[in-house]
Protein backbone atom coordinates (compact mmCIF):
# COMPACT_ATOMS: atom_id res chain seq x y z
CA UNK A 1 0.00 0.00 0.00
CA UNK A 2 0.98 3.52 -0.93
CA UNK A 3 2.05 5.77 1.42
CA UNK A 4 -0.46 8.86 2.45
CA UNK A 5 -0.73 12.67 2.96
CA UNK A 6 -2.78 14.40 5.55
CA UNK A 7 -1.78 17.93 5.76
CA UNK A 8 -4.01 20.90 6.27
CA UNK A 9 -3.11 24.37 5.90
CA UNK A 10 -5.71 26.91 6.82
CA UNK A 11 -5.97 30.82 7.35
CA UNK A 12 -8.65 32.16 9.04
CA UNK A 13 -10.16 33.88 12.56
CA UNK A 14 -10.44 33.02 15.82
CA UNK A 15 -14.16 32.49 16.79
CA UNK A 16 -13.31 32.16 20.19
CA UNK A 17 -10.87 32.67 22.95
CA UNK A 18 -8.75 29.44 22.99
CA UNK A 19 -9.50 27.24 25.94
CA UNK A 20 -6.39 24.74 27.33
CA UNK A 21 -7.21 21.97 29.03
CA UNK A 22 -4.60 19.12 30.56
CA UNK A 23 -4.40 15.16 30.30
CA UNK A 24 -5.12 12.74 33.18
CA UNK A 25 -0.82 12.93 32.84
CA UNK A 26 -0.41 16.41 32.95
CA UNK A 27 -0.04 16.99 28.65
CA UNK A 28 -2.08 20.93 27.86
CA UNK A 29 -4.19 20.54 24.97
CA UNK A 30 -5.69 23.58 23.87
CA UNK A 31 -8.82 23.62 21.40
CA UNK A 32 -10.27 26.39 19.39
CA UNK A 33 -12.36 27.39 16.58
CA UNK A 34 -11.20 29.15 13.35
CA UNK A 35 -13.34 30.80 10.79
CA UNK A 36 -11.97 30.83 6.82
CA UNK A 37 -14.24 33.00 4.50
CA UNK A 38 -13.99 32.84 0.73
CA UNK A 39 -15.52 34.89 -1.43
CA UNK A 40 -16.74 34.48 -5.22
CA UNK A 41 -19.28 36.61 -7.59
CA UNK A 42 -21.75 34.50 -8.97
CA UNK A 43 -23.06 33.87 -12.61
CA UNK A 44 -25.46 36.70 -11.91
CA UNK A 45 -23.13 39.14 -11.12
CA UNK A 46 -24.20 38.94 -7.29
CA UNK A 47 -21.39 38.63 -4.86
CA UNK A 48 -21.08 35.65 -2.47
CA UNK A 49 -19.25 34.74 1.17
CA UNK A 50 -19.27 31.25 2.26
CA UNK A 51 -17.71 30.71 5.57
CA UNK A 52 -16.25 27.44 7.05
CA UNK A 53 -15.57 26.69 10.69
CA UNK A 54 -12.83 24.59 11.87
CA UNK A 55 -11.69 23.23 15.31
CA UNK A 56 -8.40 22.95 16.06
CA UNK A 57 -6.64 21.22 18.58
CA UNK A 58 -2.73 21.96 20.03
CA UNK A 59 -0.94 19.95 21.97
CA UNK A 60 2.15 20.63 24.94
CA UNK A 61 4.52 23.13 24.03
CA UNK A 62 2.55 24.89 21.11
CA UNK A 63 -1.04 24.54 23.45
CA UNK A 64 0.58 26.53 25.99
CA UNK A 65 1.66 29.28 23.26
CA UNK A 66 -2.26 28.88 21.79
CA UNK A 67 -3.74 29.58 25.04
CA UNK A 68 -1.52 32.62 26.24
CA UNK A 69 -1.33 34.63 22.47
CA UNK A 70 -4.46 33.99 20.71
CA UNK A 71 -7.99 35.58 20.81
CA UNK A 72 -10.90 36.04 19.74
CA UNK A 73 -10.82 37.70 15.91
CA UNK A 74 -7.69 37.12 15.53
CA UNK A 75 -6.16 36.27 12.00
CA UNK A 76 -4.14 33.19 12.39
CA UNK A 77 -2.05 30.96 10.09
CA UNK A 78 -2.79 26.95 11.14
CA UNK A 79 -0.95 23.72 9.72
CA UNK A 80 -1.41 20.67 10.94
CA UNK A 81 -3.37 17.15 10.12
CA UNK A 82 -7.18 16.25 9.91
CA UNK A 83 -8.12 13.67 12.55
CA UNK A 84 -11.45 12.51 13.35
CA UNK A 85 -12.27 11.08 17.04
CA UNK A 86 -15.72 9.75 18.77
CA UNK A 87 -17.28 9.02 22.02
CA UNK A 88 -20.71 7.69 23.42
CA UNK A 89 -22.41 10.49 25.77
CA UNK A 90 -24.28 9.27 28.79
CA UNK A 91 -27.48 8.26 26.12
CA UNK A 92 -25.14 5.90 24.29
CA UNK A 93 -24.94 8.10 21.08
CA UNK A 94 -21.96 7.76 19.23
CA UNK A 95 -20.27 11.24 18.14
CA UNK A 96 -17.58 11.82 15.51
CA UNK A 97 -15.93 15.31 15.68
CA UNK A 98 -12.76 16.07 12.94
CA UNK A 99 -10.50 18.75 13.88
CA UNK A 100 -7.09 20.06 12.88
CA UNK A 101 -4.53 18.58 14.81
CA UNK A 102 -1.99 21.58 14.66
CA UNK A 103 1.96 21.14 14.46
CA UNK A 104 2.56 24.81 13.34
CA UNK A 105 0.62 28.24 14.22
CA UNK A 106 1.76 31.41 12.93
CA UNK A 107 0.15 34.67 14.38
CA UNK A 108 -0.87 37.24 11.38
CA UNK A 109 -3.13 39.47 12.85
CA UNK A 110 -2.38 42.30 14.90
CA UNK A 111 -0.69 41.71 18.09
CA UNK A 112 2.12 43.95 18.07
CA UNK A 113 1.78 43.87 14.23
CA UNK A 114 4.59 41.32 14.09
CA UNK A 115 4.30 37.73 12.81
CA UNK A 116 5.09 35.11 15.19
CA UNK A 117 5.99 31.57 14.68
CA UNK A 118 5.43 28.89 16.75
CA UNK A 119 5.73 24.53 16.12
CA UNK A 120 5.12 21.83 19.02
CA UNK A 121 9.12 21.72 18.50
CA UNK A 122 8.68 17.62 17.95
CA UNK A 123 6.46 17.52 21.38
CA UNK A 124 4.20 14.85 19.73
CA UNK A 125 1.06 12.85 21.95
CA UNK A 126 0.13 9.22 22.81
CA UNK A 127 -3.04 7.22 22.26
CA UNK A 128 -3.53 8.00 25.97
CA UNK A 129 -4.01 11.66 24.99
CA UNK A 130 -6.22 10.51 22.66
CA UNK A 131 -8.66 8.74 25.24
CA UNK A 132 -8.22 11.79 27.14
CA UNK A 133 -10.01 13.87 24.62
CA UNK A 134 -12.74 11.06 24.02
CA UNK A 135 -13.57 11.66 27.27
CA UNK A 136 -14.05 15.25 26.74
CA UNK A 137 -15.17 15.04 23.57
CA UNK A 138 -18.73 17.10 23.85
CA UNK A 139 -16.85 19.38 26.21
CA UNK A 140 -14.33 20.75 23.48
CA UNK A 141 -16.86 21.92 21.53
CA UNK A 142 -17.47 25.55 20.57
Known amino acids: MGRGLN ?12 EMRYTPSGKPVTSFSLASS ?32 LYKSQQVYVEGRLQTRSWEDDNGQRHFRTEIV ?7 GPRD ?14 EDDD ?3 SDFGDD ?3
Open 7 to 18: KVMVIGNMGRDP
Open 38 to 69: RSWVAPGGERREETEWFNVVAWGGLAEICNQK
Open 102 to 108: ASDMIIL
Open 113 to 126: KAKLKYNRNGDDHN
Open 131 to 133: DFL
Open 140 to 142: LDN
